[in-house]
């Protein structure tokens, strides 16, 4: 088995926040993230797929088609976007982070997946970090 990744970029602004709790509290527990005005990430997406390389081209998957798969389903609606209300595949009330977000992106993705394994997301939020998803459920 043999593992290829695409990295693929977009920016985004969230705001993590739960309504039922005081500014205090949430700002003790979202730090930077709870800011009233919202804030933006650059984020770095992995995409990590498995198989066998083709024995004609050495490909698991065609990387240039991998990648306009991501940009459809995943960096063309996350870009430039507001993370809590802009996105139609991130569930309203559900906390934009990273790690809600690899999850979401995993079920974008999978789907489209062809003649290889979807084997990873891994999303960077900050250069110090990241969160990753491996399609288990628990
Ligand atoms: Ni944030």
Known sequence: MVYITRKERFNAAHKLWVSEWSDEKNEEVFGKCANANWHGHNYDLFVTVKGKPDPVTGFIVDVKKLSKIIKREVTDQL????????????????????????????????PYIDGCKLHCIKLYETENIYAEYFGEED
């Open 79 to 110: 870009d430039h976007r507001n993370l809590n209300l802009d996105v139609e595949f991130i569930p309203k009330g559900l906390q934009p982070t990273t790690e809600n977000l690899v999850v979401l992106i995993w079920k974008q993705l999978e």
